[in-house]
Nanobody, 126 residues
């Protein structure tokens, strides 16, 4: 079992930045690929970014490429989502997710993730 706790959400202006953190506890963090998803009111939960177990491989939704960056620190059991050039369309609850995987794997498939945090709200004003 892996427990995930997100932090760092809040209110930002369009064009601004926020940094989300996800702290993991439980089993060996480096055995899990990690990802961020987001869910806006009345919409489905969508993929944002994923990172492989070592951090060598990443994948992004087209809507955030060039603006967001996912990273991880396996020594600190933490995954980070740095969000720059924020837009009102980025407003959502952001969820951290994890799953066991092969070493180089990333995934944008929500159903492939077994562990989820409670989410953190990000609101971007225009």
């Amino acid at each position: 079992q892996v427990q995930l706790v997100e932090s760092g959400g809040g209110l930002a202006q369009a064009g601004g930045s926020l940094r989300l953190s996800c702290a993991a506890s439980g089993r060996t963090f480096s055995n899990y690929r990690m990802a961020w998803f987001r869910q806006a009111p009345g919409k489905e939960r969508d993929f944002v970014a994923s990172i492989s177990r070592s951090g060598s491989f990443t994948d992004y939704a087209d809507s955030v490429k060039g603006r967001f960056a996912i990273s991880r620190d396996n020594a600190k059991n933490t995954v980070i989502l740095q969000m720059n050039s924020l837009k009102p369309a980025d407003t959502a609850v952001y969820y951290c997710a994890g799953s066991g995987s092969s070493y180089y794997s990333t995934s944008s498939d929500l159903k492939s993730y077994a562990y989820w945090g409670q989410g953190t709200q990000v609101t971007v004003s225009s």
